[in-house]
């Protein structure tokens, strides 16, 4: 029975490579294999529900060049991608622009290219978006530490396993929590053999994929994983912080803070991802604009992507308006 089996899926799978890689058609399968056009509909159907076939329909991600020519002007920026906004929710917005940064992410990495990446929804809906042109060894590195509760799928771990897999290559974990109890703990697990190999690993990184944090609470990353509350947001705005990009907080001019929290993140530091060549933000909505601003205007960030609705509320921030 198990070999009947077998013998099944191998000639589904034979089907499957003769239509889909070999640009035969189901008629000239069928002679070939000496069975009915029917028959080879059939198999190839039973290739798609079982996963041998899957089928990406790409659909057109409409960009705005006079934003990301200001943008990129404005601010200096590398690059620039604004997605014109045809999306109603929140969500919808941000699925959609992680959509536009995978193609972005496949246009740029290259064979043994060693990628950084944080944690989070927008770095999620990237990689859970990204359909690769080839797949080739690179080296996915977790940047900062992980969330340890909540949705793992969208923590650092899971996002560099699964990324690491969609191109092939291998990923190195960090090993410890993104936000310790004092300066001391986070000291320590620093000098950890494994932590440090990584770490060091992550400012060798040739792209960098992060999203951009906010202080509203209905999109703060760090309030949803529980290492902040209502209160320390809140408090946080008090000390001038807007933003944080790898749990790294900055004012609106993107200068770091020397601020308790800083001082406890287990990651890579912003000076040091200051030296990575591409350093792509992912980041979509008016609530987050702020910490946009302060992102770009320090250049954590060099290459930005979001919709045309952040786009024209950063610039308008930038240049004085509400």
């Given at each position: 029975?198990?070999?009947?089996?077998?013998?099944?899926?191998?000639?589904?799978?034979?089907?499957?490579?003769?239509?889909?890689?070999?640009?035969?058609?189901?008629?000239?399968?069928?002679?070939?294999?000496?069975?009915s056009k029917a028959t080879i509909s059939r198999l190839m159907r039973r290739a798609r529900e079982l996963g041998i076939v899957e089928i990406t329909v790409h659909k057109l991600l409409e960009t705005d060049?006079?934003?990301?020519?200001?943008?990129?002007?404005?601010?200096?920026?590398?690059?620039?991608?604004?997605?014109?906004?045809?999306?109603?929710?929140?969500?919808?917005?941000?699925?959609?622009?992680?959509?536009?940064?995978?193609?972005?992410?496949?246009?740029?990495?290259?064979?043994?290219?060693?990628?950084?990446?944080?944690?989070?929804?927008?770095?999620?809906?990237?990689?859970?978006?990204?359909?690769?042109?080839?797949?080739?060894?690179?080296?996915?590195?977790?940047?900062?530490?992980?969330?340890?509760?909540?949705?793992?799928?969208?923590?650092?771990?899971?996002?560099?396993?699964?990324?690491?897999?969609?191109?092939?290559?291998?990923?190195?974990?960090?090993?410890?929590?993104?936000?310790?109890?004092?300066?001391?703990?986070?000291?320590?697990?620093?000098?950890?053999?494994?932590?440090?190999?990584?770490?060091?690993?992550?400012?060798?990184?040739?792209?960098?994929?992060?999203?951009?944090?906010?202080?509203?609470?209905?999109?703060?990353?760090?309030?949803?994983?529980?290492?902040?509350?209502?209160?320390?947001?809140?408090?946080?705005?008090?000390?001038?912080?807007?933003?944080?990009?790898?749990?790294?907080?900055?004012?609106?001019?993107?200068?770091?803070?020397?601020?308790?929290?800083?001082?406890?993140?287990?990651?890579?530091?912003?000076?040091?991802?200051?030296?990575?060549?591409?350093?792509?933000?992912?980041?979509?909505?008016?609530?987050?604009?702020?910490?946009?601003?302060?992102?770009?205007?320090?250049?954590?960030?060099?290459?930005?992507?979001?919709?045309?609705?952040?786009?024209?509320?950063?610039?308008?921030?930038?240049?004085?308006?509400?």
């Amino acid at each position: 029975m198990l070999d009947e089996r077998n013998e099944r899926l191998e000639l589904i799978t034979q089907v499957a490579s003769l239509y889909y890689e070999e640009g035969l058609s189901q008629e000239q399968i069928a002679r070939m294999l000496k069975l009915s056009k029917a028959t080879i509909s059939r198999l190839m159907r039973r290739a798609r529900e079982l996963g041998i076939v899957e089928i990406t329909v790409h659909k057109l991600l409409e960009t705005d060049r006079e934003l990301e020519s200001a943008l990129t002007s404005t601010f200096g920026l590398r690059l620039a991608r604004v997605m014109v906004n045809r999306a109603g929710s929140y969500e919808d917005r941000l699925r959609s622009v992680g959509a536009l940064a995978a193609r972005y992410v496949d246009s740029v990495v290259f064979k043994n290219a060693i990628l950084g990446i944080s944690w989070g929804t927008a770095v999620y809906h990237t990689v859970n978006s990204l359909s690769p042109r080839k797949r080739f060894p690179v080296l996915v590195v977790q940047m900062i530490g992980a969330i340890g509760a909540g949705n793992p799928q969208i923590d650092g771990p899971d996002l560099a396993r699964r990324l690491s897999s969609i191109y092939g290559g291998d990923f190195r974990y960090l090993h410890a929590p993104l936000v310790v109890g004092s300066e001391e703990v986070r000291d320590a697990l620093s000098k950890e053999e494994r932590i440090r190999e990584t770490l060091d690993l992550s400012e060798k990184a040739d792209i960098a994929l992060v999203g951009i944090g906010s202080l509203e609470p209905s999109v703060s990353s760090l309030l949803r994983a529980g290492y902040l509350t209502k209160e320390n947001l809140k408090s946080l705005k008090s000390q001038g912080a807007v933003g944080d990009v790898c749990a790294r907080h900055y004012d609106i001019q993107g200068n770091v803070l020397d601020i308790e929290i800083n001082r406890r993140v287990v990651g890579i530091s912003l000076e040091a991802l200051h030296g990575i060549k591409r350093v792509i933000g992912v980041a979509v909505g008016e609530k987050k604009a702020p910490s946009i601003l302060g992102a770009l205007r320090g250049r954590h960030v060099n290459i930005l992507i979001t919709d045309d609705i952040t786009a024209r509320r950063v610039l308008e921030l930038q240049s004085g308006i509400g």
